[in-house]
DNA sequence: TAAATGACAGGCC
DNA sequence: AGGCCTGCCATTT
């Protein structure tokens, strides 16, 4: 099996708490190789196990998602983003105007932390 | 076997 | 501040 990567992203992946969200470049550096944000994304996109890998808890650095590659459809990731309650920046509130729905990295990104078991519960 | 591609990231203009 | 270009590295054909 050449696809041990693959296997580590999937891992991370699922390691992701409910209501946080994880960078590319993050999953990669927890997966062992902290420079192949690329093969993240390509991974997921491969083979994203349906049910199995919450691959919309993941999202580009500047806190945008994939533009047209969800796996359900664009909005839908989002949308599955604010039922886990994670907050999106709208900028409209007291900061920068204008500024594409963006997920609140600022408080929703991940530490990389578990939350002590190895496996989450997701209702 | 080698070359091209790709759900990114960071730096530069 | 925003947009454009290049670089990195594993997988695929």
Do not use: K
């Not at 920068?96 to 729905?101: E, N």
């Amino acid at each position: 099996m050449t696809e041990g990567f693959s296997q580590a992203v999937y891992r991370v992946v699922m390691a992701i708490p409910q209501g946080y969200v994880a960078t590319y470049g993050m999953v990669a550096q927890l997966a062992g190789r902290p420079r192949t944000a690329r093969m993240v994304g390509g991974v997921l996109h491969r083979n994203p196990q349906p049910g199995v890998i919450p691959c919309h808890r993941v999202v580009f650095r500047d806190g945008s998602l994939a533009p047209g590659f969800a796996f359900g459809g664009p909005g839908e990731q989002q949308a599955l983003l604010e039922q886990e309650c994670v907050r999106f920046i709208a900028g409209d509130d007291s900061n920068a105007g204008a500024a594409g729905m963006r997920v609140d990295l600022q408080q929703c990104l991940w530490d990389g932390r578990m939350n002590g078991s190895e496996e989450q519960h997701i209702e």
